[in-house]
């Protein structure tokens, strides 16, 4: 039966590749076709989708909500919302960190520069960002159709 305990244990490694691929492998292929493309963000969306989906017609969390801080926690009571806002990060964070990837490589930007923004965008998300659009500030983007 799938259980959010289930579902957390597969999305986590599932993202946990996507990162070890921007780290170690970001000019491959593989990580081309799987993280820098958006494949791998836009399989977390759709497992988002469902499950919020799920959440909200088959566990809806009774007093839950986005008006106010304890409405927010009632709602990530309910393992499945939970599971779901983890989901959630998981997926943009990724999407972010393939974006910074694809910026960096652009702008030539050396990876050795881009690893320690894709590790904070990986554990803190926002950190991370703000980090990268401050090391990408020294690497203008090439002219258009240069």
Do not use: K
Request: contains cysteine; proline residues 8%; charged residues 10%.
């Amino acid at each position: 039966m799938l259980t959010p305990d289930f579902l957390f244990s597969v999305a986590n490694p599932v993202a946990l590749l996507g990162w070890a691929l921007l780290v170690l492998a970001p000019r491959w292929r593989g990580t081309r076709a799987v993280v820098l493309s958006g494949a791998l963000p836009l399989l977390l969306a759709v497992a988002y989708t469902a499950l919020i989906g799920y959440q909200t017609v088959v566990h809806p969390a009774a007093e839950g909500g986005f008006g106010s801080l304890a409405q927010v926690a009632a709602l990530f009571r309910q393992p499945w919302a939970l599971l779901a806002g983890w989901v959630h990060y998981l997926c943009f964070d990724m999407w972010t960190g393939a974006w910074e990837t694809r910026d960096a490589q652009l702008r030539g930007v050396p990876h050795w520069l881009l690893v320690p923004c894709l590790l904070l965008t990986f554990m803190f998300g926002p950190v991370g960002l703000l980090l990268y659009f401050g090391v990408r500030q020294r690497y203008p983007a090439p002219p258009a159709g240069a």
